[in-house]
């Protein structure tokens, strides 16, 4: 559902409906628990319910802390993982440079099959949070049958050869990788923490009375406001290939690569 929300809505829309709906619903709960419970507009239990609300905004708050550092530390590695494997696989065209035309024709159709099989096929998978190993396991075993199938006649191109398939591994390990980040998503147990914290945080400041209506409703609705746009940012980095803060397949259309691209 998370998946679908981001790439179905702008992160301004999402932001007015997560932000918007829980302001929307925080008010009507505080007008509702005001005129049912009287007492508590005249701040009868405010000193037990400060306690309790105090308490709670500080564990609530240091859980979403702890929460969007992982999250955001994962959506840069993510980022920095694609433009690491957009590197590697631009310096094995560079390395088979030194080799004959004909060799260096055949690294390159193979690598250009990769790289649009990357982008094309395996990207819109992995927006939604599935992506598929085996739609791109084709071209890396053509990859590796055109370098096995070769034999270095110089020591430069022995050389150049070596580094080349080793950097092809390093290849291969940065699009596993990125296949994981692209499933990757918080634990139950933190979402219970994060979503469900939330629906008790937000009724707490119901209960903490103010004789003035319209300063009740505003502390309400900043709370209320803020839990959902921290909500939202949980949400968003929660799935680094889904989207408008979505790692971007852009390396792979640049530099050396960019031969591939009409």
């Known amino acids: 559902m998370g998946i679908w929300l981001l790439n179905h809505f702008s992160t301004f829309a999402l ?15 505080c007008l ?3 005129r049912r419970f009287p007492r508590l507009s005249a701040g009868a239990y405010n000193d037990m319910i400060g306690v309790v609300l105090g308490m709670y905004a500080a ?27 957009a590197s590697q696989t631009a310096e094995v065209l560079r390395d088979a440079s030194a080799f004959p035309p004909e060799q260096q024709r055949k690294v390159s159709d193979a690598m250009g099959a990769y790289v649009h099989s ?35 006649k110089t020591n430069a191109q022995q050389a150049y050869y070596e580094q080349a ?29 994060v979503y469900g914290g939330a629906l008790v945080m937000l009724p707490l400041t119901f209960l903490y009375g103010m004789k003035s209506i319209r300063a009740q ?35 792979f259309k640049e530099g050396v690569l960019a031969q591939f691209w009409p």
Not at 65 to 78: K, R, S
Not at 229 to 242: E, I, K, Y
Request: charge should be negative; aromatic fraction near 6%.
């Open 32 to 34: 509702l628990v005001r």
């Open 217 to 251: 409703l505003m502390f309400v609705a900043s709370v209320a406001a803020l839990i959902g746009v921290s909500l939202l940012l949980c949400l968003t980095l929660d799935h680094p290939f889904a989207g408008d803060m979505a790692v971007s397949p852009q390396p």
């Open 165 to 193: 398939v080793s950097t092809l591994g390093e290849v291969a390990e940065a699009r596993r990788t990125r296949l994981a980040d692209s499933e990757q998503s918080l634990p139950m147990l933190l979402d219970l923490l």
């Open 118 to 152: 990357v982008v094309d096929r395996q990207w819109p998978l992995m927006r939604q949070g599935r992506p598929d190993p085996g739609l791109t396991n084709p071209q890396v075993v053509r990859l590796y049958t055109v370098f096995q199938e070769y034999e270095p």
């Open 15 to 29: 932001a007015v409906l997560l932000g918007g709906g829980a302001v929307v619903l925080a008010l009507a709960g």
């Open 59 to 85: 564990i609530y708050g240091i859980i979403l802390a702890f929460v969007v550092v992982a999250e955001w530390e994962g959506l840069n590695e993510a980022g920095t993982n694609v433009a690491a494997e």
